[in-house]
């Protein structure tokens, strides 16, 4: 059974890089049935796919149109975790982050989600 | 983009009585249709897929139907741990998009 487990700073003040980190038992971050994403989700806009990362022979990334300018999406295989940045954050950026493992489309497995806020 | 709305927004139901959700996407999906529940601070967890597969341990009071732009999902005898919000997700077109989310809450 996959299970995710998040760290990362729940303040993050405005024009900083909001960082996360997410790490995976159960599986392996080189696994070539999952990806591995990042989700927030927020009042406002509801369920929000941020990016992904994976591995099919080789490391590959996808990104919303909508934050693709500011977003890194890193796999680390010798910690088997992945991690996300979100530079120049505002305070629309305020929401709970989810790292999610995504089988085929469908979003199997969820981390426990963290509250990131952002205010000076 | 392909857009999901869900409706009704929020749904009350008594406990014991049936549960019609509904999912419309803005083009076709095909039967590429999740199905998540999310209780208060919790993570989405995984309900339906393939618009009507239950996920493991799901019990069989949930059920999805539809294809291409309509689906439902129907919970037949609601539980008490059933009251929670439910959000549709299309995996068929690049990116993947979910509803705004439909809540179930107590009449």
């Known amino acids: 059974q996959v299970q995710l487990q998040q760290s990362g700073p729940r303040l993050v003040k405005p024009t900083q890089t909001l960082s996360l980190t997410c790490a995976i038992s159960?599986?392996?971050?080189?696994?070539?049935?999952?990806?591995w994403n990042w989700i927030r989700q927020s009042p406002s806009r509801g369920l929000e796919w941020l990016g992904r990362t994976y591995y099919r022979s080789k490391w590959d990334n996808d990104y919303a149109v909508s934050v693709k300018s500011r977003i890194t999406i890193n796999p680390d295989t010798s910690e088997n975790q992945f991690s996300l940045q979100l530079s120049s954050v505002t305070p629309e950026d305020t929401a709970v982050y989810y790292c999610?493992?995504?089988?085929?489309?469908?979003?199997?497995?969820w981390g426990p989600g963290t509250l990131v806020t952002v205010s000076s | 983009e392909t857009g999901m709305t869900q409706s009704p927004a929020t749904l009350s139901v008594s406990p014991g009585e049936r549960a019609t959700l509904s999912c419309r996407a803005s083009q076709s999906v095909s039967t590429n249709l999740a199905w998540y529940q999310q209780k208060p601070g919790q993570a989405p967890r995984l309900l339906i897929y393939g618009a009507s597969t239950r996920a493991t341990g799901i019990p069989a009071r949930f059920s999805g139907s539809g294809s291409g732009t309509e689906f439902t999902l129907t919970i037949s005898s609601l539980q008490s741990e059933d009251f929670a919000i439910y959000y549709c997700?299309?995996?068929?077109?690049?990116?993947?998009?979910f509803g705004q989310g439909t809540k179930v809450e107590v009449k």
């Open positions: 997700q299309q995996y068929n077109n690049w990116p993947w998009t």
């Open positions: 999610v493992g995504v089988r085929g489309g469908v979003f199997d497995y």
């Open positions: 159960g599986d392996s971050v080189s696994s070539n049935s999952l990806t």
